[in-house]
């Protein structure tokens, strides 16, 4: 799939908040703005009209796409309301979605990402805890400001899981080695924007010298990505979470079988390991792995 | 959510497809009367919700309502797939041609709604894939036009069954896509589909796996039994993802991710987790609730507190974990590590309220609290 927007940009972004009246995107729009996000405006439906913290509110995404040009939308919209603000901003042409809410209906993210593919756009998420490119702009709920987590430097870091792709940060940053970006891709068992775009734009990214990919048990996200690392110029760091985790009952297992893969820990780590990447047993090996690898910028 | 078998046929019947006629019955009185209401023979099946139940002994066959009560007297109360049987289905045994495999699901790589079919059914499909890849066909669905009756006909033409099967499978599969969209399902599996004798389409079981993210909007679902140990059921009425383990470290971290890994870490550095239990997303302001119920495990011995800050503030976690302790004075030892949202206040408030000084490490941690469920 040819994607029109890029993953992460070079230029400062035009950011639309969507849900932006409510207590949590009040708080995180802040952020953003003190971080020099450009939030040009947001979307609450009924309260059109009212200004947040200098920004505009508006009905719909549409309206808002009426009067500015947006290349991001954030949506701090309830998992049952996704389908309608994504579906809302995709039809009013923007061109990159990052979905923040967890337990999403998958249909409903199967018909917001086939509507999406139609246009070109990317969806990142759901359950992404956003982008951060650190010195530059944020847009999510991480905390891009707190220098002992995210600083500007080589490692680009894509996660699965805000946590522990954080903690994985903090330790880099800890080592005197920043991020040139943290992508979070989300947990979900569908999301829009996987390992291996994260990859693909690393690969490119002039300011990456390697990777730190954290991933997790479930789905097929790892495996696919690791056909693509044989081929990669820079190194890779790997971690995958839920070695020990209970395998529980297997239900929907046909899903793992359609990817060819069977979603464990173990086929992940040695797909990863076949590809050439390290696999660090613990958080604190990928910063170690890490520091012997990229030239720190200390 | 995993819907007995008796549920999906109810739901495969309502559709308007053909299942075998059966009745659930939770004594082996009620078992002989259903078999001979129904006609023996008969089969005796463990309405649970797991599959693979004929492997684990879950599927039996009476000739006769004796047999049959016999059957589900072992039955009944047994354990398949490590849970109680309390119910079993009674079902005619009807005279089977041949057995197909029907599944719609979603591709997690494709992104889209996937139709799995074969005329091999019967086995599962891990062994079905891993046996004969090339008879398990696959077509994907553009989720916004759906599935209707003509396409599923073209879809199976090359399936090697004769005409009139075909036509019938193709039926199937649209009903079942139905479903599945109507249902939120992940998984909508009938395996075996089987053909009569007599030539007609009948579901001999049915597994319907219904996407719990979706189950506020899923109104014709029944009432899920509580499943679980005691802790269990007990966090998933405080709207907390709790897994007990056999292991004597008890673990409070901060999202799935961070608390799989903080899991593996205990592993690694030799240690047993005692158990999963998440306070990340919307949960983290439940960390009181949380610690209780990790501290409720009799086998946990030390608490290895572990929070990475994002989204999740570590303060307010803290706080939740200070309640909890202050509340009920737990004895065990426990070990902190604790970065990022929040962090500053966060430390403060654990040297000054339980006077521990937390580990900068979450390595150094996860020892430390081997070590002490060692010493206890």
């Known amino acids: ?298 | 959510m995993f819907l007995e078998e008796h549920w999906g046929k109810k739901f495969l019947a309502d559709a308007g497809l053909v299942v075998p006629r059966g009745r659930v019955v939770d004594t082996p009185d009620d078992a002989a009367a259903a078999a001979r209401d129904i006609g023996a023979p008969v089969v005796i099946k463990a309405q649970v919700q797991a599959g693979r139940r004929g492997k684990s002994g879950g599927v039996l066959f009476g000739s006769s309502p004796e047999e049959t009560a016999q059957a589900a007297r072992r039955l009944l109360g047994s354990d398949v797939q490590g849970l109680t049987v309390e119910q079993v289905l009674v079902e005619e045994r009807l005279s089977i041609a041949r057995e197909l495999y029907v599944a719609i699901t979603h591709d997690s790589l494709r992104r889209r709604p996937v139709v799995l079919w074969s005329t091999q059914g019967g086995v599962n499909i891990e062994e079905l894939h891993a046996r004969a890849p090339e008879h398990l066909l696959k077509h994907h669905i553009d989720i916004r036009q759906g599935l209707d009756a003509a396409a599923a006909r073209r879809m199976v033409d090359a399936t090697p069954l004769e005409l009139s099967a075909r036509d019938a499978l193709a039926a199937t599969i649209t009903t079942l896509y139905g479903l599945y969209r109507s249902l939120d399902a992940q998984l909508a599996e009938i395996n075996p589909l089987g053909i009569t004798t007599a030539g007609t389409f009948v579901a001999l079981d049915c597994k319907l796996v219904i996407d719990d993210s979706a189950l506020q909007r899923q109104t014709r679902l029944p009432s899920a039994a509580p499943t679980g140990t005691r802790l269990e059921r007990r966090a998933k009425r405080e709207g907390l993802l709790y897994i007990e383990l056999e292991g004597n470290v008890g673990v409070l971290a901060n999202g799935a991710g961070l608390t799989m890994a903080t899991m593996d870490a205990i592993t690694h550095y030799g240690g047993r987790p005692a158990n999963f239990m998440e306070v990340g997303g919307d949960a983290y302001r439940k960390a009181e609730p949380a610690l209780s119920i990790v501290l409720a495990n009799p086998r946990v011995k030390s608490l290895l507190v572990n929070l990475c800050g994002a989204f999740a503030r570590t303060d307010v976690i803290v706080e939740g974990v200070l309640g909890a302790w202050e509340k009920l004075r737990p004895t065990v030892p426990a070990a902190f590590s604790i970065h990022g949202t929040g962090e500053t206040r966060a430390l403060g408030l654990i040297r000054e309220r339980l006077n521990i000084e937390p580990y900068d490490l979450m390595d150094d941690a996860v020892r430390a609290a081997i070590g002490l469920a060692a010493d206890a």
């Open chain 1, 1 to 298: 799939m040819s994607h029109v927007s890029p993953l992460i940009f070079d230029r400062p972004v035009r950011v639309l908040v969507q849900g932006i009246t409510g207590r949590e995107a009040l708080f995180w729009t802040k952020q953003m703005k003190a971080y020099g996000t450009d939030v040009v405006a947001g979307v609450t439906p009924g309260k059109g009209g009212q200004v947040v913290m200098g920004t505009p509110v508006y009905d719909s995404a549409e309206a808002a796409c009426r009067d500015h040009t947006i290349d991001v939308s954030v949506l701090f919209v309830p998992p049952r309301a996704m389908k309608t603000a994504a579906l809302d901003a995709l039809r009013a042409g923007v061109q990159q979605l990052i979905v923040l809410a967890e337990h999403v209906p998958v249909h409903d993210v199967m018909e917001v990402l086939a509507e999406a593919d139609e246009r070109g756009a990317r969806v990142v998420g759901p359950n992404s805890p956003g982008l951060v490119v650190p010195g530059r702009y944020f847009v999510g709920i991480l905390p891009a400001w707190e220098a002992t987590i995210f600083r500007p430097g080589p490692v680009g870091v894509v996660s699965r899981s805000g946590s522990l792709g954080t903690l994985v940060s903090l330790n880099l940053a800890r080592g005197g080695i920043g991020q040139s970006a943290f992508i979070g891709i989300g947990g979900d068992p569908i999301v829009g924007t996987t390992f291996l775009d994260a990859l693909e734009t690393f690969e490119r990214d002039p300011r990456t010298q390697a990777v730190a990919m954290v991933g997790e048990v479930g789905g097929a996200l790892e495996e696919e990505a690791a056909e693509f690392i044989t081929r990669m110029t820079k190194p890779v760091v790997a971690l995958v979470a839920g070695r020990t985790a209970p395998e529980g009952r297997r239900m929907g297992h046909a899903g793992a079988i359609v990817a060819g893969t069977s979603g464990t820990a173990r086929s992940k780590i040695a797909a990863l390991r076949e590809a050439g990447a390290h696999v660090a047993d613990v958080p604190s090996q990928v910063n170690e792995i890490l520091s012997r690898t990229v030239t720190s910028d200390e």
